[in-house]
């Protein structure tokens, strides 16, 4: 499976961003997707995740409330919309797939990852 992120960009705070994440190659089998992001000098951590039906969905404490995790499965794609955005958002952004129907915030359990794609909220 490969990953495709993109959307990121510099935003106000309290603005809005939407990032895409396109997959292709081994589509065909369930999968999870999560979102995960790292900020200058932290360690990456868990954001989103989503089941394969997208009807599962997991989010951090911090980002609870503002942002929502979706997929399009036609169309391979899963969405993450961020809404509020606070400049502690700011990072670069990394989707993931794992080949399980078992949700986790593990990033160490997903299989596949994006490139990343930069978030900036200025304050």
């Known amino acids: 499976v490969q990953l495709q992120a993109c959307g990121g960009g510099l935003v106000q705070a309290g603005g809005s961003l939407t990032l895409s994440c396109a997959a292709s190659?081994?589509?065909?089998?369930?999968?999870?997707m999560g979102w995960f992001r790292q900020a200058p000098g932290k360690e990456r951590e868990f954001v989103a995740n989503?089941?394969?039906?997208?009807?599962?969905?997991d989010y951090a404490d911090s980002v609870k409330d503002r942002f929502t995790i979706s997929r399009n499965n036609a169309k391979n794609t899963v969405y993450l919309q961020m809404n509020s955005l606070k400049p502690e958002d700011t990072a670069v952004y990394y989707c993931?797939?794992?080949?399980?129907?078992?949700?986790?915030?593990?990033?160490?359990?997903?299989?596949?990852w994006g490139q990343g794609t930069e978030v900036t909220v200025s304050s």
């Open positions: 993931a797939a794992r080949l399980s129907i078992i949700p986790t915030r593990e990033s160490d359990s997903y299989n596949y």
């Open positions: 190659g081994r589509t065909n089998t369930p999968y999870i």
């Open positions: 989503i089941g394969w039906s997208g009807r599962t969905t």
